[in-house]
Nanobody, 116 residues
């Protein structure tokens, strides 16, 4: 059974930084694409960043230059370094994992709140 557990969220002032982590388990062969999405109150969930098994990354325009996604394949863990946070970055951040059968799994989310 695949499980994704996020950690690292919290309350931070504008301009601050956080490092989000997500440990994925339940697959002996690991995962293909890993990524992060976020959902602000009253809004749809949007993708923020993705990283392939080989390390190719993609970012939403709104976070380019401020967020960095990375992964440790040996640990099946994906990270999101978030810098220069803005109040509009306030959201629940969810990690996701794509299995080798192209099934997507989502974590329960971690709250990031940025105060102005």
């Amino acid at each position: 059974q695949v499980q994704l557990v996020e950690s690292g969220g919290g309350l931070v002032q504008a301009g601050g930084s956080l490092r989000l982590s997500c440990a994925a388990s339940g697959s002996r062969v690991g995962f293909n694409t890993l990524g992060w999405g976020r959902q602000a109150p009253g809004k749809q969930r949007d993708l923020v960043a993705t990283i392939s098994r080989a390390g190719t990354t993609n970012y939403a325009d709104s976070v380019k230059g401020r967020f960095t996604i990375s992964r440790d394949n040996a640990k099946n863990t994906v990270y999101l370094q978030v810098n220069d946070l803005k109040p509009e970055d306030t959201a629940v951040y969810y990690c996701y994992a794509q299995s080798i059968h192209s099934v997507y799994f989502w974590g329960q989310g971690t709250q990031v709140t940025v105060s102005s």
